[in-house]
């Protein structure tokens, strides 16, 4: 295991390590922005595959993506920002076509708002495949996003070749302690993932039962996936400013993603209820 500044570090290490210039990077599209941005610092082309029309990763389309200079490939599961998810068995169906030299690195940092029986063993695939590494981060359910902690799990040779690239000191003794203290208190982390799933749930059932009948905004069923993270991903298109800049008239604030969607974050239930009904007035 190696211990980082939070799973963004850690990634970029990791291309540091697994590619040299003109290497490929290989990835979903749309998904963390930061991949493509990575990919560049480390000298490596990103290679972006695009999701499939349930805004899940497309894995037939990103094997046959793979190339003589693919080194590394990473997979954001649960999907950020689509909160689309990638079942174990969908993984090892994948990892059948991808050679042994390729690097895969399951990028988990929103695992933990998955309903625990659509959690993939991602220590099992490591132990089953040496290419195969997990990455998690202390920065969302833990809410240590400031205090930059994380980890990777993979194979000696990954976490050794990992290692190398590090800068000294990065991982401050706050942020230490901070991620010690909340793996013993499993159960704070548990109540907080406890408040945010029901309101998940509920923000979405409201969105398709409700708010998709609204004749100002063109959204059907398919444009809204369901979520196994602790946001809402609406396919707006072309609207996704607009929308945005409704909710932002009524003291609510979004993530835009200009011409594919909005990534609407889920708390607690007073937010989303203060959400809900901002939604209400946009419609």
Known sequence: MAVGCGSSSLLQQLILATCKDGDETLFAWRSFEAYPILSRIGGATPIQVPLDAHHRHDLNAMAD?????????????????????????????????????????????????????????????????????????FSKCYGLAGARVGYMIGAPEIINALNRTQVPFSVSTLAHDAAIACLNSPQSKAERVSRTIPQRNRLRDFLIKEFIHSSRWNLTEADIPESQANFVWLALGDQSDAFTEALAEEHILVRCFSGNGVRITVTNAEETGQLITALRSIA
């Open 65 to 137: 993506a793979i190339t003589d200079k693919t080194s590394l490939i990473i997979l954001c599961n649960p999907n950020n920002p689509t909160g689309t998810l990638v079942t174990e068995d969908e993984l090892e169906a994948f990892l059948t076509r991808v050679p042994d030299r390729v690097t895969v690195c399951i990028d988990e940092a929103y695992l933990d708002y998955t309903d625990e029986d659509l959690k993939p063993d991602s220590l099992g695939l490591v132990q089953r495949h040496p290419n195969v590494c997990f990455a998690r981060t």
